[in-house]
């Protein structure tokens, strides 16, 4: 009952400011303690008050497109949980009423938090940037933020996302992939080779198989393991089997790299030569294999080995490597 009391109490107030007409100074989360429809459109509308302050003098001049911010969800202005333009970059209130030619170099103060790199102030720090977002954005796939590799390197929200614009690279498959780039060149680089994931076609991008905002496991991968991760879309591969080939069940990257290779299907080398990291001898296994001796063939010396010998393709015969459920598939034959 005490907890109704203090919903209309604030509903009332809500109401009584808005029939009144100042300014409404509100927190974002009134429309959850049971704020009505009036209150909530009494919240919304300071904020677009609040807003004018700022596109007063950053509008449609402005270098960088400020007004496309009314094109994204963080410009619906019908919703009171929408933030203000001071909700992300501070009140700002030396920024605001500083008389242009003063102090300073004839320079405004900069605004509490600064976004733009390369602009007419210095960026703000990373922490201050990425808290700014984590105010509203707690919580799903950003829970483990703090401490992984991307905050720990000094990469803020910003420094990926574009929230002024209309769509934001990062929202799209087609587009998401030259955002990670910019950074990691390597993998860019990778995915120009003959076997790789459908990337550049649209049909895979990097927040498939990795979250950026964190993860428990390696390399920032989106479950707890590399191995969880690739079965999300392998799932044939999974198991378990009868036969387990130790090397796959261990790591899909013992042979596989997942960026892109120069052999299929993103093998890390060509066999036997992938193969004999693990496999250099194997006891009673026909020597031409191995050392090109012992061939197991009828005929005069130096015959042609068997078709399945041929180019020492260890999967001519071996072709269940992920795992078999054949009775008689111990060896991982096919």
Known sequence: ?????????????????????????????????????????AIAQDKLRKDAVCTRCHDETEQAPILSLYQTKHGVRGDARTPSCQSCHGESDAHVKAPTGGSGGGKRPPPDVQFKKGGAYPVSHEKARGQTCLTCHEGGNRTHWDGAQHDRNGVACNDCHQVHKPKDRMLAKATQPEACFTCHKKQRAETHRVSTHPIDAGKVTCSDCHNPHGSTGDKLVKKNNVNETCFSCHAEKRGPFLWQHTSANDDCMNCHTPHGSTVAPLLKARGPWLCQQCHAEVSGHPGSIYSGTGLPTPGPAGANPPVQMAFRGCVNCHQAVHGSNHPAGRSLLR
């Open 1 to 41: 009952m005490n907890t109704i009391r203090k919903a209309l109490g604030v509903l009332a107030l809500l109401l009584g400011a808005a029939t009144a007409g100042p300014a409404l100074s509100a927190p974002n989360n009134l429309p959850e303690l049971g704020a009505g429809p009036a209150a909530k459109a």
